[in-house]
């Protein structure tokens, strides 16, 4: 089975390139391989004897810059090479990249674009440590309006790379080429969109090295969490594919509750439940199937339903109303230990009281689903955990406080465990935007969580899932047609 994708923030890939220089392999053969990297990868853009145009930085990214350069002029490309800065003041491994160049080095601030026909920018790389102003500024600014492709060296100038936020100003890069690992950037919003295709090149750094060094930040795919994926054998039956049950709310507010139930059967729970309000029941009734119903009133309805240990997996949020009894609510499937998936009305039932989750879930298998609004609110007051400029840190801090599996949803929604082990999802599709989604995408992982996967790997495969029945409709996508696209995605996997 391939191996999962680890990511590397750039404080962890510059450990791992210090480990493996300790290790014999000289920093200056690692910027030759890096070199020659971007030239190859710059070959893929340009046909034969067109003109070039590098743009290097003062520090090591313009040292791949200054090989790239050698290598692609030897190759018969006609290439220009500017260098922001001074020639003499470049250090260690790029100056000594630079002197195998025999071209000439023109001033970054006069780079003439106009007739190059690829641009590469070797300008910052993951050492940006502030906002591009000056004369930076004017570079990128004039590297973006030529209307030429850009390969950007590393990440895109101007990107952060542990946050993916643009630094006053950025590259627009038509691809990009990376080393070793991508960089929380190349999946993190809007970094994403700013990188283009990024192309992962192999200089030498070994996995073990990575995972020495990080090991906790991964790409979310199949390859993390497949191997947990339930895979019925021929004598299963529905008993031992657990029993979910999702809590509904009011007789104008049922549709939600049913809309994460049948997503929970179409993922392969064994049966599942909807807790209806008395007031409900009739309403539930009328659209019910497959799926079973019991009434329920408010927390002492939920504790007496809990009774029975085969409901083993609960969704609570869904359209359930804000006030005090859906925190009763969750208290009582907490204390019954139940794996719980919370969302939407139950998280904004905790607004400014978060305190009251610190460490709650450490006995009970959790996934809190909120968007980004759902997230301030519930933390509010907790600048711990909403100050970090960076999307995976704040959903560390927020599992790490509550003991639970954080999804914090978005174009880039990142899932992190209380361990520190987080993933950053990059399958999803614009058409998920609708009313409903995230009812779904609920039922997924509890329905998965029933069948004993565990909360991380559950919520992963989860929005995977989720987002690939989405993107495998297209326009058009409401959340009624999402459970149903699941046994396709499901067979493709099961394959």
Not at 17 to 23: F, M, N, S
Not at 34 to 63: F, H, M, T, W, Y
Not at 297 to 312: K, S
Not at 322 to 332: E, F, L, S, Y
């Amino acid at each position: 089975m391939t191996a999962p994708e680890l990511v590397l923030p750039p404080s962890e890939m510059k450990r791992a390139d210090l480990e493996t220089i300790a290790r014999g392999v000289p920093g200056i053969e690692l910027m030759k391989r890096a070199g020659r990297a971007v030239a190859d990868s710059a070959e893929k853009l340009a046909s034969e004897g067109s003109r070039i145009a590098i743009v290097a930085g003062p520090g090591q990214n313009g040292g791949d810059g200054f090989i790239a350069a050698t290598l692609l002029a030897e190759r018969g490309y006609r290439v220009s090479l500017s260098l922001l800065g001074d020639l003499n003041r470049l250090t260690g491994d790029a100056a000594e990249a630079a002197q195998d160049w025999t071209g000439e080095v023109g001033r970054g601030e006069d780079a003439a674009f106009q007739d190059a026909d690829l641009i590469v920018d070797a300008l910052f790389g993951t050492g940006l440590s502030r906002d591009l102003d000056g004369v930076a500024r004017h570079v990128v600014d004039r590297m973006n309006g030529s209307g030429k492709p850009i390969l950007a060296v590393d990440l895109p100038s101007g990107i952060d790379g542990d946050t993916g936020e643009v630094r006053g100003i950025a590259v627009k890069a038509a691809r990009t080429v990376t080393f070793a690992a991508r960089k929380p950037c190349h999946l993190l919003m809007p970094g994403r969109a700013f990188s283009g295709p990024v192309e992962v090149a192999d200089i030498g750094i070994g996995r073990e090295i990575l995972e020495a060094k990080g090991g906790s930040l991964f790409a979310n795919s199949p390859a993390l969490w497949l191997h947990a994926l339930p895979k019925p054998g021929l004598s299963s039956h529905k008993y031992e594919r657990g029993h979910t049950l999702v809590a509904s709310g009011g007789a104008t507010r049922t549709g939600a509750a049913r809309l994460a139930a049948r997503a929970a059967l179409r993922i392969g729970s064994g049966l599942v439940t909807v807790a209806s309000p008395p007031e409900a029941i009739g309403v539930n009734a009328a659209h019910l199937t497959a799926i079973m119903l019991k009434g329920c009133d408010g927390p002492e309805g939920l504790h007496n339903i809990l009774q029975d240990t085969r409901l083993n997996a609960l969704v609570l949020g869904p359209a359930l109303g804000v006030h005090a009894g859906a925190r009763a609510m969750m208290a009582v499937a907490v204390q019954a230990r139940r794996s719980l998936v919370l969302d939407a009305d139950a998280l904004t039932s905790f607004e400014g009281l978060a305190s009251e989750l610190h460490g709650a879930f450490r006995h009970a298998p959790t996934v809190l689903t909120p968007h980004g609004g759902e997230f301030n609110r519930l933390f509010k007051g907790h600048p711990d955990i909403l100050d970090p400029a960076s999307k995976i840190e704040r959903a560390r801090r927020a599992a790490a406080y509550t003991g639970a599996v954080v999804l914090l949803k978005g174009a880039d929604t990142v899932i992190a465990a209380p361990d520190g082990r987080a993933a950053i999802n990059e399958n999803g599709t614009p058409y998920l935007a609708t009313a409903g989604s995230g009812d779904t995408l609920c039922g997924l992982i509890a329905g998965l969580m029933a069948q004993n996967v565990s909360a991380f790997e559950a919520a992963c495969a989860g929005a995977w899932i989720h987002a690939e029945a989405g993107a495998s409709f297209g326009p058009g996508l409401i959340s009624e047609d999402l459970a149903d696209l699941v046994p396709g995605v499901l067979r493709g996997l099961l394959r």
